[in-house]
């Protein structure tokens, strides 16, 4: 990894460069990710969002934190909160913004366990691809302690693949629609591909199902989005 994503948030941070994320994917084109938006505050953050830190209680651990701005308001509030990521940028940011515990690992290698844990802005991407799912909630519900609650949004993409005249060009033959590759440039500099995983409500229920966790919608999201909470 070239860590593109923590030099641009650690370019925001310093006021250095003010140039925005560039982002596509194989079924989409050039999209930009305003730098800005990764330091909201909780009034600029999507409702569902906001829904997730209202509802975080306890030990919280708030995974792919970025450049901390989950992880700063319920520091403020008062919550034991501990920022993990896999940018060493995302994680020196974090660091110059306040967080006082984070830490740059994967999540896989996380072993603390928690009362709350956050997964937000697509929080079902890090688990990368539908057959990582599983391994994923495993692990999660190692790292929850007894009553503890994962809050977890993600979108239906369904609607990337319908034409103008409705229709969907969905091939069922291909693997699950959400698996997508993503990929990012900054400054003329592009990041080697990652994949990222959007899961549909349904998909992501039967898989905690599978892996003995409850899990109900909180709520929906202004586009195709939403929020779930899963349990033991
Ligand atoms: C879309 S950004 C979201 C950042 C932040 N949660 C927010 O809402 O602003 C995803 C973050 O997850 C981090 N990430 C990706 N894979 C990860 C993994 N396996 N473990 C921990 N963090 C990961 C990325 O480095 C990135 O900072």
């Known amino acids: 990894m070239k860590d593109i994503f923590g030099k641009a948030l650690l370019d925001y941070h310093n006021d250095t460069c003010k140039e925005d994320i560039v982002t596509w994917t194989h079924i989409s084109n050039e999209d930009t ?15 569902i969002e906001q829904k997730a830190l209202k509802m975080a209680k306890g030990r919280t651990l708030d995974v792919g934190c970025g450049a901390g701005s989950h992880s700063l308001w319920l520091q403020d509030k008062g919550l ?15 660091k110059k913004r306040g967080i006082k515990n984070i830490s740059l690992k994967p999540l896989l290698e996380e072993t603390e366990q928690f009362d709350t844990i956050l997964l937000l802005m697509n929080g079902t991407g890090i688990f990368q691809e539908l057959s990582q799912v599983t391994t994923y909630l495993h692990h999660l519900k ?18 990337m ?3 103008e005249d409705g229709g969907t060009w969905l091939d069922l033959n291909q693997n699950y629609y959400g698996e997508l590759d993503y990929f ?27 892996t003995g966790l409850q899990c109900e919608k909180v709520m929906d999201g202004n586009h195709f989005d939403y929020l779930a909470k899963i349990t033991t």
């Open 142 to 159: 190692s790292l929850l302690l007894p009553k503890g609650q994962i809050l977890i949004d993600s979108s239906d993409i369904k609607y």
């Open 80 to 94: 034991y909160v501990k920022g993990i990521d896999t940018s060493k940028g995302a994680v020196e940011v974090s």
């Open 33 to 47: 990710l305003p730098l800005e938006y990764l330091f909201r505050g909780f009034e600029d953050m999507p409702k």
């Open 161 to 163: 693949y319908e034409d």
């Open 184 to 210: 990012i440039s900054y400054k003329g500099e592009t990041e080697i591909p990652m994949k990222w995983l959007y899961l549909d409500f349904q998909t992501l229920k039967r898989a905690c199902l599978a």
